[in-house]
Structure formats: C-alpha cells, structure tokens
C-alpha cells in the first residue's frame, strides 16, 4: 500500500539517549518534512527536504538532525534527548513537477506519527 | 511566523456554517487547508494557488486573497464529520512549509 510509514509508533526515552525516528515513503516524492505537535501548539517544522542530498531548517531545528541519503527515507535523530522534547513527531511528504519548483504545490501526505516520551 | 487563525476554537450545531480565517504576515504562494482528527494524521481537503481562488469540496470551500495575505475556509450546513482541528499550511516561497496556530471545530447534534 503506498504511503508513509513511521517508525517506531510509540516510544519512551530515557533523557540523555540517541534516538533515531524512521520515515519510509514509496510514493517517490520529491520533498519530505519532520512535524512536531505539542498540544495546543499545532504543528511546527523541524526539517525539511525538497529533493535527495539537501535539507534545510524548520521553525524548530536545535537537538534535531537529518539526512536525505535517497528520495525515499528521511530519518529525524536526537542526538542527546531532552524531556523538552517529549512531543508527537508526523513525518510528511510532497510531489512536485520538479526539483526546481520552488515551494509544494501538491499536498502533504502524512505519516502516522511517533509519539515520544523523554523522562 | 507561524500563520494566525481565527477563530481559535468554535462550537457548532449541526446544519450551522462556519468561517476559518488564515492571516500570513509574509507573502503567500499558495496556502494549503487540513483536517486533524483526535489521535490522527491530518488529512489534506483543499488547496488554493493563486490569489483570489476560491476552491469547493463538498460543502467546504476555501478562498485566498494574495494581497492581503490571507485566506479563509467556508464550512456550510456543518456535520457531525466535521468535528476535528483545522490549519492552514503556507508556502511563502521555499520548502520550508508552515501552519498555522490551528482552529478546534466542535459539530454537536
């Protein structure tokens, strides 16, 4: 079934840990974005991709990295976790005509999101 | 910055109409609308490219004003489905794709 599938679905990290966050699409969408949702605080990007090799910062990108080694996986890693960043993580994804268009045109495709917990 | 929505939460009777307003303090090239279940992905409903497009989905539809930076969502004869959390997504010229603050809808029969 195509789609993007997220893993894992659900998480508790001691704070201090590494943790990398799996996101897989088979839709062969150009550009991939990491969400993060707090409550009352709707969704805030961390990361984003607009094509294989480059990534770019979000609205919130401090204790998050990521790489874009091919077009279909996009894993977001914590480097040293934080209980600040206990949160819900929804892993995106958009088609575009080009590499070249210069924002989404099309609409996001979401994972189911990894709820994560750091105590 | 995050894109403002107004109202922030809103209580519906079933068959009421409501309007969700998405205010940008950057330039928009194209604005986005989602629907957010509790517990769920957000689901895409429309999307608008030019100013002053107006799109339908069913009895949802969506206009965007390109000079004022702005774009709203017109729900008409609500139903109990349409109970859920919306935002507004804003591309203002790169990938780097934001929402707004978000707008809870509560349908009640």
């Known amino acids: 079934i195509a789609g993007i599938t997220q893993a894992p679905t659900s998480q508790i990290l001691a704070a201090g840990r590494r943790m990398t966050l799996r996101c897989t699409q088979d839709?062969?969408?150009?550009?991939m974005y990491w969400y993060r949702q707090d409550l009352g605080l709707g969704l805030r990007l961390i990361h984003y991709?607009?094509?294989?090799?480059?990534?770019g910062k979000g609205e919130v990108p401090d204790g998050y990295s990521v790489s874009r080694a091919n077009t279909d996986d996009f894993p977001l890693t914590l480097a040293s976790a934080v209980p600040s960043q206990t949160s819900v993580y929804f892993c995106a994804s958009s088609d575009s005509d080009s590499p070249e268009e210069e924002f989404p045109s099309s609409p996001l495709h979401f994972g189911n999101g990894t709820r994560l917990t750091v105590t | 910055q995050q894109p403002v929505q107004s109202p922030q939460a809103v209580i519906l009777r079933e068959g009421e109409d409501a309007v969700i307003n998405c205010s940008s303090s950057?330039?928009?090239?194209?604005v986005h609308w989602y629907r957010q279940k509790h517990g769920e992905a957000p689901v895409f409903l429309m999307i608008?490219?030019?100013?002053?497009e107006q799109k339908g989905h069913e009895k949802i539809s969506a206009s965007f004003n390109e000079k004022k930076q702005q774009s709203s969502l017109y729900l008409t004869a609500s139903q109990l489905s349409y109970s859920g959390t919306y935002f507004c997504?804003?591309?203002?010229?790169?990938?780097?794709?934001?929402f707004g603050t978000g707008t809870r809808l509560k349908v009640l029969a």
């Open positions: 608008l490219l030019k100013g002053g």
């Open positions: 950057k330039a928009l090239y194209s």
């Open positions: 991709s607009n094509t294989a090799g480059t990534t």
């Open positions: 839709m062969r969408h150009n550009a």
């Open positions: 997504g804003t591309a203002t010229g790169t990938y780097k794709y934001i």
